[in-house]
């Protein structure tokens, strides 16, 4: 199984419990928080009109309306994702990043935080969101790297490395096909993991992964793991 594969997402995303699961996993960071970095971004992009794609429960579009006072439009495949949106007050769709139901030139900032490894056809889904931004419109994308809590993963028996479509190692590469600028700035810092069954919690919330839940060998001590998220700025002429 792949972190594209549609079935997959649609079953992983049809409730929040995975989502909300992989999050706690960060409870114990430390160092800089890409969250932080992606929001900065979005500030300096001064934005009017913002498409998030994958959204999740919405956080980041609810605060980019109430603090920045844009229009918001907030798009996903789950129902439940949109549900929870429309929660918080947002104008949420369903709908597929592959085929956005938007005009050209439609906004001048669209926001993927850790969303574009789940799209079956990336090409195509980054086609889509440089077709609906405006001249001089920008994409912020944020996603991990394929060694991202490589200690752990390393612990469990698992392995990520050529395996995600979107990501710290090939992301760059996919957006210069489609967009005229691209950087990248890289955010890393820790999290630890106190005993096996820490490690088992994160296992199990992963997306690809939960049957290696139950394998996952006990900790001698407690395993301190890299966070590695990259932040992604492309651009249109």
């Not at 079953?11 to 969250?35: I, N």
């Not at 990336?122 to 996603?143: C, H, K, N, S, Y």
Request: glycine share 8%; proline share 5%.
């Amino acid at each position: 199984m792949k972190l594209d594969d549609p079935e997959l997402v649609r079953a992983e995303y049809a409730s929040e419990a995975g989502l909300l699961a992989r999050r706690s996993t960060y409870d114990s960071r430390t160092g800089p928080d890409p969250r932080d970095v992606l929001w900065d971004e979005i500030v300096a992009a001064a934005p009017r009109r913002v498409l998030e794609v994958g959204p999740g429960p919405g956080e980041v579009s609810e605060r980019i309306a109430r603090e920045l006072g844009c229009e918001v439009i907030a798009l996903d495949v789950s129902e439940r994702m949109v549900e929870l949106c429309r929660e918080r007050g947002l104008d949420a769709r369903v709908g597929d990043v592959q085929e956005l139901p938007f005009a050209d030139g439609s906004f001048d900032l669209v926001v993927a935080a850790w969303v574009l490894f789940h799209v079956p056809d990336l090409d195509r889904g980054l086609a889509e969101i440089a077709r609906v931004l405006a001249p001089g419109g920008r994409l912020v994308a944020v996603t991990n790297s394929e060694r991202h809590l490589e200690e752990a993963r390393e612990h469990a028996g698992i392995s990520m490395v050529g395996s995600v479509s979107f990501s710290r190692e090939n992301g760059e590469a996919a957006l210069r096909r489609h967009f005229a600028r691209v950087r990248g700035e890289d955010v890393d810092g820790t999290v630890m993991f106190a005993d096996r069954e820490a490690v088992r919690a994160y296992v199990r919330s992963l997306v690809t992964w939960k049957r290696a839940a139950d394998d996952v060998p006990e900790l001698a001590e407690p395993l301190e793991a890299t966070t590695r998220n990259t932040v992604f700025v492309a651009g249109k002429p």
